[in-house]
C-alpha cells in the first residue's frame, strides 16, 4: 500500500509539474502585456537619459504580445494547445511578474532599471526552459527567439544600468 500511495503521490507530482501549451501561451501573452503596460506607463515619469530605452522595450514587449497571440489563434497549432509541457522551474517568479510593480510617480533610474532588469531575468529563464521543452517546430522556435531577445535585453538593460549606477549616467 506504501508503494502504490508513493506511486500515486509521483504521478500526481508529475502532473502538477505540468500545463497545456494553451496555458503557458495565455500566461506568456498576459506576463507580455504587463510589460508592455509597465513600460509604456514609465516613458513621461523616467529621466531623458534613459527613456529610448523604455521606449524600445516597450515596442519589443508589444511585438512579443504579438507573437504570442498570433501563435495561439494560429490554427495550425492548435491539435497542440493541449499538450503538456513541464512547467519551468522559473515559473512562480515569471506569473509573479504578470502583477506589475508601482514604482511611484517618480521613479529613479536605479529603480526602474533594476526592477526591468528583473522582468528581463525572469522571461529569459522562463523562455529558455520552454524552447528546451517544447518540441521541434514553431513553438520552440517561437521560445528560443523570445529567449535570446529577452537576453539581448537583459544585457543592454545591464550596460545602461551599470552606466547610470557606477559611471554617473549614460
Do not use: C, W
Not at 528583473?118 to 526552459?129: D, G, P, W
Amino acid at each position: 500500500m506504501g508503494r502504490e500511495s508513493e506511486n500515486q503521490t509521483s504521478s500526481r507530482d508529475l502532473l502538477a509539474s505540468k500545463n497545456t501549451l494553451r496555458e503557458i501561451l495565455e500566461v506568456a501573452i498576459q506576463f507580455e502585456k504587463t510589460a508592455f503596460d509597465f513600460y509604456t506607463d514609465l516613458i513621461p515619469k523616467v529621466s531623458k537619459q534613459i527613456r529610448y530605452l523604455v521606449e524600445e522595450l516597450a515596442e519589443e514587449e508589444q511585438q512579443h504580445f504579438d507573437l504570442f497571440s498570433n501563435l495561439l489563434a494560429n490554427p495550425e497549432i492548435e491539435s497542440q494547445l493541449s499538450d503538456m509541457i513541464t512547467t519551468p522551474p522559473s515559473n512562480g517568479r515569471f506569473s509573479e511578474a504578470v502583477q506589475a510593480k508601482d514604482l511611484g510617480e517618480s521613479p529613479d533610474d536605479q529603480s526602474i532599471l533594476q526592477y526591468a532588469l528583473s522582468l528581463e531575468q525572469a522571461a529569459m529563464e522562463q523562455y529558455t526552459s520552454l524552447s528546451e521543452e517544447a518540441g521541434a517546430g514553431p513553438i520552440k522556435d517561437l521560445f528560443t527567439y523570445l529567449a535570446h531577445e529577452e537576453t539581448e535585453h537583459k544585457n543592454e538593460l545591464e550596460k545602461i544600468y551599470y552606466q547610470v549606477v557606477h559611471s554617473g549616467g549614460v
